[in-house]
């Protein structure tokens, strides 16, 4: 069955320290594929996107992704996190006009 | 920057009631979405619409919910008959006709009492 996968529900991490948030997919093909974040009581606002082309992307506020079609994965990374990222973050995947987002994962920033 | 609009931003309704939650898509947009997330939990896909009809609909989306875009700007979605259950925050997003990426609005969040 088509799903996405984000197999970690909360992050912890110390501010300052990098980041890595998990996305996997099972699709016959390669869907699109997206980041979002979600503060709390807020709406999506998209943090990066990959359609095709280079595998590693660039988005706002620091963040990039890298699509690795062997293992069908579209992981989001910072170097750096900040205080403000604190937030949900939710993978997206889009076949055929159809987009599925994963369960997200509930990021804290610790000081 | 053009933005997708919903109103709004709070409804709260009486379980059995009928609600109409409405989005004004990106005006040069021509694929319009719903989406629904329970509080807590991820974002779900209801519905899509293409060319005054729904194309592609999830479980979730039974005969108690419908869309439409009534005047070419607006985009609504009805829920009939409210249940406890409905109580969600509610997406709409849009599309152009030549890309792959959704415009989501902020989201109303319908309270069913």
């Known amino acids: 069955a088509q799903s996405v996968t984000q197999p970690d529900i909360h992050i912890t991490v110390s501010e300052g320290a990098s980041l890595e948030l998990r996305c996997n997919y099972s699709?016959?093909?390669?869907?699109?594929l997206f980041w979002y974040v979600q503060s709390p009581g807020q709406g999506l606002q998209l943090l990066l996107k990959?359609?095709?082309?280079?595998?590693l992307v660039q988005g706002i506020k620091g963040f990039e992704a890298e699509f690795k079609r062997s293992q069908s994965s579209f992981n989001l990374r910072k170097p750096s996190v900040h205080w403000s990222d604190a937030a949900e973050y939710f993978c997206?995947?889009?076949?055929?006009?159809?987009?599925?987002f994963g369960a997200g994962t509930r990021l804290t920033v610790k000081p | 920057e053009p933005e997708v609009t919903q109103t709004p931003s709070h409804q709260v309704t009486q379980m059995g009631q009928e609600v109409i939650l409405r989005c004004v898509p990106i005006?040069?947009?021509?694929?319009f979405y719903w989406y629904r997330q329970i509080l807590g939990q991820k974002v779900e896909f209801l519905v899509s619409?293409?060319?005054?009809?729904?194309?592609?609909k999830s479980e979730i989306f039974d005969d108690q919910f419908s869309v439409e875009r009534p005047d070419g700007s607006n985009f609504t979605l009805k829920i009939r008959s409210t249940k406890l259950e409905d109580s969600a925050m509610y997406f709409c997003?849009?599309?152009?006709?030549?890309?792959?990426?959704?415009?989501f609005g902020p989201g109303t969040r319908l309270t069913v009492t």
């Open positions: 997003a849009s599309r152009p006709g030549g890309g792959y990426e959704q415009y």
């Open positions: 699709y016959g093909a390669t869907p699109y």
């Open positions: 990959y359609f095709s082309g280079d595998t």
């Open positions: 997206a995947v889009d076949l055929n006009n159809d987009m599925r």
């Open positions: 005006s040069n947009h021509l694929y």
């Open positions: 619409f293409y060319n005054n009809e729904i194309s592609e």
